[in-house]
T-cell receptor, first 114, second 112 residues
Framework: ETGVTQTPRHLVMGMTNKKSLKCEQH?????MYWYKQSAKKPLELMFV???????ENNSVPSRFSPECPNSSHLFLHLHTLQPEDSALYLC?????????????FGPGTRLTVL | DQQVKQNSPSLSVQEGRISILNCDYT??????FLWYKKYPAEGPTFLIS???IKDKNEDGRFTVFLNKSAKHLSLHIVPSQPGDSAVYFC???????????WGLGTSLAVNP
């Protein structure tokens, strides 16, 4: 595997379900991100992890719970979601500490909440 | 209130011609700008970037121009190829803040 991978690619869940999204980066980066892309809205940054420590939480509801066990893996645990949480969830990674700090994205998980 | 605006949702050009994608921003503190492109069912892919200390950056067929006084940047693709058909996102950030502010994207169609 190369780059940034995300599983599953598609997920349909009910409002009472608990599910998790997984992201893995094979680039040796030390920063990882969760983004949400809703229809007709710009990409919204949700969480940032730098060296496994969460450095940013953009007022994300607690029904979204991130976990970063190491610099290569990032999870987004989902519980009691709402239909308006249906969106494309993108994971990204970058090498923090360098000027350009370009973010590399995974293919995303298309989430539908019924 | 969107800080990064891509006012054209779509653009269509002929193969071989120039594609010009525009982006306007409101925050004068932005000092680094990036363009990403996105194919369907894939995540955004970094294309080219420019620091606010420059007014032009070129990489092969892709050139980004920055006009700080107008708070405007543009991406030129020449010559355009059918494989360039994708959604192009403009993004910006300030200093060491890792948070990127994104535009809504422009869907480019390059017709053979």
């Amino acid at each position: 595997e190369t780059g940034v991978t995300q599983t599953p690619r598609h997920l349909v869940m009910g409002m009472t379900n608990k599910k998790s999204l997984k992201c893995e980066q094979h680039l040796g980066h030390n920063a990882m991100y969760w983004y949400k892309q809703s229809a007709k809205k710009p990409l919204e940054l949700m969480f940032v992890y730098n060296f496994k420590e969460q450095t940013e939480n953009n007022s994300v509801p607690s029904r979204f719970s991130p976990e970063c066990p190491n610099s290569s893996h990032l999870f987004l645990h989902l519980h009691t979601l709402q239909p308006e949480d249906s969106a494309l969830y993108l994971c990204a990674s970058s090498q923090a500490g360098i000027a350009t700090d370009t973010q590399y994205f995974g293919p995303g998980t298309r989430l539908t909440v019924l | 209130d969107q800080q990064v605006k891509q006012n054209s949702p779509s653009l269509s050009v002929q193969e071989g011609r120039i594609s010009i994608l525009n982006c306007d921003y409101t925050n004068s503190m932005f000092d680094y700008f990036l363009w990403y492109k996105k194919y369907p069912a894939e995540g955004p892919t970094f294309l080219i970037s420019i620091s606010s200390i420059k007014d032009k950056n070129e990489d092969g067929r892709f050139t980004v121009f920055l006009n700080k006084s107008a708070k405007h940047l543009s991406l030129h693709i020449v010559p355009s190829q059918p494989g360039d058909s994708a959604v192009y996102f403009c993004a910006a950030r300030t200093g060491n803040n890792r948070k990127l502010i994104w535009g809504l994207g422009t869907s480019l169609a390059v017709n053979p």
